[in-house]
């Protein structure tokens, strides 16, 4: 691989680590989501970036780059679910300005399979961001810390 792939590789390195440490924010925060449909879309948000993360390592390893070192297993979520979910949601915004410039990076090398794949997960990264920033808001179903009684059957 040239000196100028190895900056694409690195970016896109970069990248894979930061959707496997998303997709296990993720899931940590629907745990702690009360509203079962709320919960759902966690989860589902949580899978998108554990594609993205798939979609990247198979971009690495068609440029011959890896194993890549695996973030640790625990992550950080606080007591304050809102602010949580305001702080991934930007955190994907973030997220989605970094695979744009990636795919342009990827385009200068004329790697056009990581281009897509950049843009694919860019346009995803900005649902997600819209979503989560939603939540937050309380413009999606009601978000909750998960209790025994916001979870029972009961409720619903």
Excluded: K
Aim: net charge neutral; proline share 4%; glycine share 6%.
């Amino acid at each position: 691989m040239g000196a100028r792939h190895t900056r694409l590789a690195a970016a896109l390195a970069a990248a894979w680590e930061a959707e496997v440490v998303s997709a296990r924010r993720m899931t940590a925060l629907a745990e702690r989501v009360g509203d079962p449909r709320a919960r759902a879309r966690l989860m589902v948000l949580a899978a998108f970036c554990r594609a993205h993360a798939s979609r990247l390592l198979a971009r690495l390893a068609a440029l011959g780059r890896g194993p890549l070192p695996v973030p640790p297993e625990d992550v950080e979520v606080g007591s304050d679910l809102a602010l949580e979910l305001r702080r991934e949601g930007a955190f994907a915004r973030t997220a989605a300005a970094r695979y744009e410039s990636t795919a342009e990076m990827a385009r200068q090398h004329a790697d056009l399979s990581s281009a897509w794949v950049c843009e694919l997960n860019r346009t995803e990264e900005q649902d997600r961001s819209r979503e989560l920033l939603s939540l937050a808001e309380g413009t999606l179903p009601a978000v909750g810390f998960g209790d025994s009684a916001a979870a029972s059957p009961a409720d619903s």
